[in-house]
């Protein structure tokens, strides 16, 4: 079998899972970049939901003793997830979602398989990759509000309170951002000068990150200080989008989030799913520096003339509550402190966790799919 063919099997395998590889020029160049003619055959089969060394090593009529060692560098390189429980190990492979968006760019030392499949991964991106998400209504991350940006804090929703998140967590781990590392890898992207080591992950995934050496643990004050630092570079915190057992926190930059690019470039209805709050402008102590204009990612902010002004300029700052992610970003940095975040009118709960979630992208995919006929 050639190269092309075993490629081709593998493409066709991956495309079975929850996020599937739309046809394009720069498909096959990026799964060549990272997978070797030999990984990419060795996983073609392997289950998205995972098994004993022992089963994956009957299913690919090798003996446990030879396949163990190559899931392990393949778990190391972001490829299979490995788990452990007692004496039992298991191994899943990696959805494309997961090895193009996520994984293998958390590494503080991508390796070469890595930084070769950055730029014809970020031309795929462009082309079709991002697709899947164009139309729907909940999306993979959610804002959460900066700390200490809600005018009344005693009334912040559980799942929006990013300080109770994280003093709930008993592991914490910090990476370097997927997207931004994608892009500064990139020759043919400009390089992003926001902090990069800012991609927070807990729990099961926080372990798998420090096992496989792409992340290192942090303790719950490094993990604040982290966030701190986030928020004064501008960077929009995002988190799991569901209630229970969420274990991201992104910090967002507009230049190389995924979602922001889906709505900036690719045009996608919405980046993040909103807070449940939107920010408020105290006309009469703005001053219309124009900080928070540049702050917000959403162009949701601009200076407009008013008889409340109480400045030179004349105006102050309005913002449209319907691109307000309610992230708090302009909050944070305000000088005068004349914006706050306060409840919108409707609340809107999240899914309930990652299996609604999931139900909810589903359906949203079959219709499309459905309406194209």
């Known amino acids: 079998m050639s190269d092309e063919q075993v490629y081709r099997r593998f493409i066709n395998w991956l495309d079975k899972a929850w996020w599937g590889l739309p046809e394009s020029e720069h498909l096959m160049p990026a799964v060549r970049a990272f997978y070797t003619p030999e990984e990419a055959d060795l996983l073609t089969g392997i289950p998205f939901s995972g098994g004993t060394l022992q089963e994956l090593a009957d299913l690919k009529a090798v003996h446990a003793d030879e396949l163990g060692p190559k899931l392990d560098a393949l778990a190391r390189k972001g490829a299979v997830w490995k788990s452990g429980k007692g004496d039992t190990v298991r191994y899943r492979l990696n959805d494309s979602f997961f090895v193009f968006m996520r994984g293998p760019f958390w590494s503080e030392h991508p390796d070469r398989a890595t930084r070769d499949l950055a730029r014809p991964l970020n031309k795929y991106f462009y082309d079709g990759f991002m697709d899947q998400f164009a139309h729907a209504h909940t999306k993979g991350l959610r804002a959460i509000p900066v700390d200490q940006t809600i005018e009344d804090p005693r009334r912040i929703l559980p799942y929006e309170d990013v300080v109770r998140f994280v003093d709930a967590q008993d592991y914490r781990t910090v990476s370097l951002c997927p ?99 939107r920010v408020r402008v105290n006309a009469a102590t703005c001053k219309a520096c124009e900080l928070c204009v540049g702050r917000c990612p959403m162009d949701a902010i601009k200076l407009e003339t008013s008889p409340q002004a109480n400045n030179k300029k004349g105006e102050v700052a309005v913002a449209d509550p319907a691109r307000c992610l309610g992230c708090g970003v302009c909050v944070h940095k305000c000088p005068t402190q004349s914006l706050t975040l306060e409840p919108r009118e409707a609340v809107c709960d999240p899914p309930k966790d990652v299996r609604e979630w999931m139900k909810r992208f589903m359906a949203d995919l079959h219709e499309v799919k459905r309406s194209a006929g």
């Open 179 to 277: 997207c931004r590392q994608r892009k500064n890898l990139d020759p043919d992207s400009p390089n992003c000068d926001h902090p990069v080591e800012v991609c927070l992950h807990f729990g099961k995934l926080g372990h798998y990150i420090v096992d496989n050496g792409l992340g290192r643990e942090i303790t719950k004050e490094e993990t604040g200080e982290i966030l701190k630092k986030a928020a004064d570079s501008g960077l929009v915190h995002a988190i799991s989008n569901w209630q229970e057992g969420g274990d991201t926190i992104c910090n967002c930059c507009r230049c190389c989030c995924l979602f922001f690019e889906a709505y900036h470039v690719l045009k996608h209805h919405k980046s993040h799913d909103a807070s449940n709050y």
